[in-house]
């Protein structure tokens, strides 16, 4: 296979005119990656992944072409993909109100154009979900937010639209199928691209702890941060050792990187309900 690109946490490369993800067990914080693989990583982002999509590909066509036609070295941690004309914009959905979404809100009332009621705190429920678009940044920096509006101006009426269209689906879907488990997902995103007919196409991953938000439904508290599966606990850590967010990072402890792993176990056992062996 050859390498195209090295990303914080998937490598993605060129085979047989298709393209192979290769999820890796890094972790990255403040955009950096860290020196400490979390272990079995990515293979549970990868077979979550599949779960979703399996759920949701009646809701939107996605890349997947085989998790099983992959090089032996990375089974269980690869899928083999359509090749795709990536969109460049990152559809996010949100349910409730937190993280990036939040300071935006305390700003101007608003996130991403969307205007949203008076008095909502941290882990809020909002009234209907909400489509909050951001911009793919260059390797090392942010993605920033943009409104819907913006995408009509860069993709044209009709593919925003669908865009919009999709993300709303597809959060209703896995937020129901994920609440039925105990498990609130308060905000996720996507990546759509173009497949060679020019139908709009699921690509990346979809529902992972690195691309949702997920808490425990019985410890939703609004008010403040919520009990979160995904990778908060490392990120909470390297906040508290005085590390300034530049390359290099450091080396997390053993006990923090198990935790984090725990997490993602538990998430993805209670919302397949299969056991990761």
């Given amino acids: 296979m050859e390498l195209l690109h090295s990303g914080k946490v998937r490598d993605i490369y060129s085979d047989r005119g298709d393209i192979v993800l290769v999820a890796s067990d890094r972790i990255s914080v403040y955009d950096v990656i860290l020196p400490t693989p979390v272990p079995d990583k990515g293979a549970l982002l990868t077979q979550l992944s599949l779960w979703w999509f ?16 992959v090089p032996a070295e ?8 359509r090749r795709l004309e990536m969109l460049p914009v990152e559809c996010v959905a949100r349910g409730y109100l937190t993280g990036s979404g939040l300071v935006d809100y305390r700003r101007t009332g608003a996130v991403s154009g969307v205007e949203l009621p008076e008095g909502l705190v941290d882990g809020s429920k909002l009234p209907e979900p909400i489509f909050t678009p951001s911009s793919k940044a260059p390797a090392g920096q942010h993605d920033e937010a943009i409104t819907f509006d913006d995408v009509v101006a860069l993709l044209g009426a009709d593919t925003a639209n669908q865009l919009r269209t999709a993300t709303l689906e597809l959060y209703q879907r896995g937020a129901a199928l994920a609440e039925a488990n105990g498990i ?12 060679a007919d020019g139908s709009l196409v699921l690509g990346d991953e979809i529902f992972t702890s690195d691309s949702s938000r997920y808490w425990p439904a019985d410890r939703w508290e609004p008010g403040h941060s919520q009990f979160s599966f995904d990778k908060q606990i490392v990120r909470d850590w390297a906040a508290g050792t005085g590390w300034d967010k ?15 792993r725990s997490r993602y176990v538990e998430l993805y056992e209670r919302v397949t309900g299969q056991t990761w062996a």
């Fill in 184 to 195: 609130l997902m308060a905000d996720t995103k996507f990546e759509f691209g173009r497949a």
């Fill in 246 to 260: 530049t390359a290099p990072g450091p080396e997390v402890p053993a006990e923090i990187i198990e935790l984090a």
């Fill in 54 to 69: 399996g759920k949701t590909a009646d809701v939107v066509d996605n890349h997947v072409i085989s998790a099983e036609d």
């Fill in 74 to 81: 990375v089974a269980g941690r690869a899928i083999r993909c």
